[in-house]
C-alpha cells in the first residue's frame, strides 16, 4: 500500500455541519485505503484574508500574514491531496472558502508543482436546493482556481437537500458519493 497524505478543509462554521460530515466519510475512505488523514476547520482558525501584499512574489511563494494559514500551508505542502469541503452560501461557496481560496494566491506565479510535487484536489459541497446542478457553474470556477495552480483535479460532488443540520447522514446515496471521492484522492 502506497503511503499517503490527504487533507480535508472544512468550512462549515455550525454544529452537525452536514459538510463535515461529507469531509469526513471521504477521508475516512481514504484512511481505509491506507492514507494519513486531518481535517482543518476554517471556522475556527485564525485565519485572514489575503492582503493582496505580493509579499510572497518575492519571497519563495510565502505569505507574509502570520496566521494559523501557516500551519494549513505546511500541511498541503507535505500532503498528497487536498479535499475542500464547503455549504453553498448564495449561490457559490461561502466567505470561509473564499478566504482559503485567496491565500492560496501565495503559490502562484511560483513553482509549485516542482517545490513540493502534484497534489491531487477534489471538492465537497453542501447546499440546500434540490437541484444539484443548480450552482455547479461557479463552484466549478472555484475548482479551476486549484487546476490553474497545478493541482490534479479530481472533480465537484455536491450533496444537495441538505438544510437541516445532520440531513446526510440518513443518505445513502450521498454518503456513497463522497467515499468515493476519498477513495478515488488515494488512487
Ligand atoms: C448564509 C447562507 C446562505 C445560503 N445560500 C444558499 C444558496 O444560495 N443555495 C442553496 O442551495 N443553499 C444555501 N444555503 C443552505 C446551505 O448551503 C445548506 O444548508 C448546507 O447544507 C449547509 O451546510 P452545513 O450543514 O455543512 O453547514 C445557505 C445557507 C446560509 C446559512
Redesign the pocket.
Known amino acids: 500500500m502506497i503511503y499517503m497524505k490527504i487533507i480535508g478543509i472544512n468550512t462549515?462554521p455550525?454544529e452537525?455541519?452536514?459538510?463535515?460530515i461529507a469531509l469526513e466519510n471521504a477521508l475516512e475512505a481514504s484512511k481505509a485505503k491506507g492514507a494519513e488523514t486531518e481535517i482543518f476547520d476554517i471556522n475556527k482558525m485564525n485565519i485572514t484574508a489575503c492582503q493582496g501584499d505580493n509579499y510572497c512574489k518575492s519571497h519563495e511563494g510565502k505569505c507574509a500574514v502570520d496566521d494559523d494559514m501557516q500551519k494549513i500551508y505546511k500541511a498541503i505542502e507535505e500532503a498528497d491531496g487536498v479535499i475542500l469541503a464547503t455549504?453553498?452560501?448564495?449561490?457559490d461557496v461561502n466567505a470561509q472558502a473564499k478566504l482559503f481560496i485567496d491565500r492560496l494566491y501565495s503559490y502562484f506565479q511560483f513553482p509549485f508543482v516542482e517545490t513540493y510535487g502534484t497534489k491531487k484536489f477534489a471538492m465537497i459541497v453542501?447546499?440546500?436546493?434540490e437541484d444539484p446542478e443548480?450552482?455547479k457553474g461557479t463552484l466549478n470556477k472555484q475548482v479551476e482556481a486549484f487546476g490553474f495552480l497545478g493541482f490534479d483535479v479530481q472533480g465537484l460532488t455536491v450533496v444537495p437537500d441538505?438544510?437541516i443540520?445532520g440531513a446526510i447522514k440518513d443518505k445513502e446515496n450521498q454518503l456513497a458519493q463522497v467515499k468515493a471521492v476519498g477513495e478515488k484522492i488515494v488512487e
Do not use: E, I, T
Not at 455549504?87 to 449561490?91: A, C, G
Open positions: 462549515s455550525r452537525g455541519s452536514n459538510v463535515r455549504p453553498v452560501y448564495f449561490f453542501s447546499q440546500g436546493m443548480l450552482f441538505n438544510n443540520p
